[in-house]
């Protein structure tokens, strides 16, 4: 099982308390978890990586044990301790705030 | 007795509203959805209980709600919105071409007559039609892929569609209409699209009259009078008597003739509604007042309509989708305000009353009248 932290607004879309488990079949990777993810909680396709490049959205981030996985291979193996459940996958959303889209204007 | 309910779409969520036919006490129920923004939120006219709602940030992307209880619960439908083939390029704000990419749904139209078919307006624009209540999505390709495509160009808020304009009595004649590309109508269901620009004249544009690249901000038009369209123009307030063949303008005697928004009245197809903001550089009603214009001759003359709105220290705006009217009698008009004000009157006009004053800033407001 791996542990997958989700921010706020995609835990109130998938229902779903503070963390939750996937099981991934095969090799775990930033891929696999996504799709074993995806699978689970079909609402959050597409909110994460791209329905058909399947590319992270470019305001999310991808930390596990203490390290920025964002721009890492998603088909590299996760850390050990990811992969057993002993620490969290995270994903969060980057500090993005003061956009100046203020209006849907024009 | 009849009773009303108000769809508010807000940069941090969803907000109900709903009255008995009187429209004096009102119940506010939300936040839902609270901190997320959505663009538009609109409920079918043959199930009324059946609402869609448009979540679209930059950091989760596109999101699509569906309520089949009247918005008190929601789920999650389909989000993929795919261009049909290789999408292809339009214009950048400097005249480059720049990659199709789709952004988020700016617009829902649901059917009149199915309560599964829906139609969705885009950013970058484009239209789909779902058939499944929102589950899936199709291109109607021949709209983005009109010769004009590479053309078109975003308006400051985004290369978005925004009006979709359906006709019960002839379902396969559309409209839409794109900033900032124009208005374009089909005779087929959506297969085939043509210009409809005529007598549109922008003049930021190289050649003002071109058929092409008219920053439409929204279309309204009275379900018995299917050939007369009503137009607010980035400038100018327009109209057309002859199903977009040809447009004339009838801003009039408005203080300035820049705005978002333009609506009909439930039962007197001639009297229409609009608010003028001052300039597209400055996006606040004209000297801090906030006043709505009515007209009852379908345009050229205008009366403000001010007892209850803001008259001194105003400087909000009211954008494209964000006013609405009910159909009871006297109707009731509704619109929200970037400064989280919704006013309603409920006698066509005369008077106003602020339903709320501190909502988030009001992106879409929509009425739904119920039995």
Same mark, same amino acid.
């Given at each position: 099982m791996i542990r997958v932290l989700l921010p706020h607004h995609l835990r109130s879309l998938a229902g779903v308390e503070k963390e939750v488990t996937v099981q991934v079949e095969g090799s775990a990777t930033i891929r696999s978890l996504l799709d074993a993810l995806e699978a689970a909680y079909p609402m959050l396709r597409g909110t994460i *990586?791209?329905?058909?490049?399947?590319? *992270? *959205?470019?305001l999310l981030r991808y930390f596990a044990g203490g390290e920025d996985?964002?721009?890492?291979?998603?088909d590299e193996p996760l850390p050990p301790a990811v992969a057993d459940g002993r620490e969290p996958f995270r994903i969060v959303g980057a500090?993005?705030?003061?956009?100046? *889209?203020g209006e849907a204007a024009g | 007795m009849s009773s009303v309910r108000v769809l508010v779409g807000t940069r941090k969520g969803v907000f109900v509203l709903t009255a008995d036919g009187k429209r004096k006490d009102w119940k506010i129920e939300g936040p839902q959805f609270g901190g997320l923004p959505f663009y538009h939120v609109k409920g079918s006219?043959?199930?009324?209980d059946r609402i869609y709602a448009s979540q679209a940030d930059d950091w989760f992307g596109q999101v699509v709600h569906r309520s089949d209880d009247g918005g008190r619960t929601w789920r999650a439908v389909g989000n993929e919105f795919k261009y049909n083939g290789e999408p292809g390029k339009h214009l950048w704000y400097d005249g480059t071409p720049h990659p199709w990419e789709f952004k988020r749904v700016w617009h829902f139209e649901p059917s009149p007559t199915d309560r599964d078919t829906v139609y969705a307006g885009v950013e970058d624009a484009a239209i789909f039609r779902s058939a499944d209540g929102g589950v899936t999505w199709h291109e109607l390709p021949g709209l983005r892929s009109h010769p004009s495509g590479p053309q078109w160009a975003p308006g400051a808020g985004g290369m978005c569609l925004h009006t979709i304009l359906l006709d019960p009595a002839t379902p396969q004649r559309l409209f839409v209409a794109i900033s900032a590309a124009g208005v374009f109508g089909s005779q087929d269901g959506g297969v085939t699209w043509s210009p409809k620009t005529r007598g549109l004249s922008s003049n930021?544009? =190289?050649? =003002?009259?071109?058929?092409?690249?008219h920053c439409v901000h929204r279309i309204a038009r009275h379900p018995s009078r299917p050939n007369t369209l009503f137009m607010q123009k980035h400038w100018d307030v327009m109209r057309s008597d002859d199903g977009g063949e040809s447009w004339r303008e009838?801003?009039?005697?408005?203080?300035?003739?820049?705005g978002f928004t333009i609506d009909v009245h439930a039962h007197e197809p001639e009297t229409i509604y609009v608010v003028p903001i001052k300039s597209d550089s400055e996006h606040y009603p004209p000297e801090g007042r906030l006043r709505v214009y009515r007209s009852?001759?379908?345009?050229d003359e205008w009366q403000a309509l001010t007892r209850g709105? =803001?008259?001194?220290d105003c400087y909000v705006n009211v954008l494209r989708e964000a006013m609405a009217i009910d159909s009871l009698d006297p109707c009731g008009v509704y619109f929200g305000t970037t400064g989280g004000q919704v006013y309603a009157s409920a006698d066509g006009g005369d008077n106003w009353t602020a339903l709320?004053?501190?909502? =988030?800033?009001?992106?879409s407001v929509e009425v739904q009248t119920l039995a």
């Open positions: *990586r791209d329905h058909a490049t399947k590319e *992270r *959205r470019p996985l964002s721009s890492e291979s998603v500090i993005a705030g003061g956009s100046t *889209r | 006219p043959v199930d009324p930021f544009l =190289p050649e =003002p009259t071109a058929e092409i690249g009838v801003s009039g005697d408005l203080p300035s003739d820049f009852r001759s379908g345009g709105l =803001p008259q001194s709320a004053r501190d909502l =988030p800033a009001v992106l």
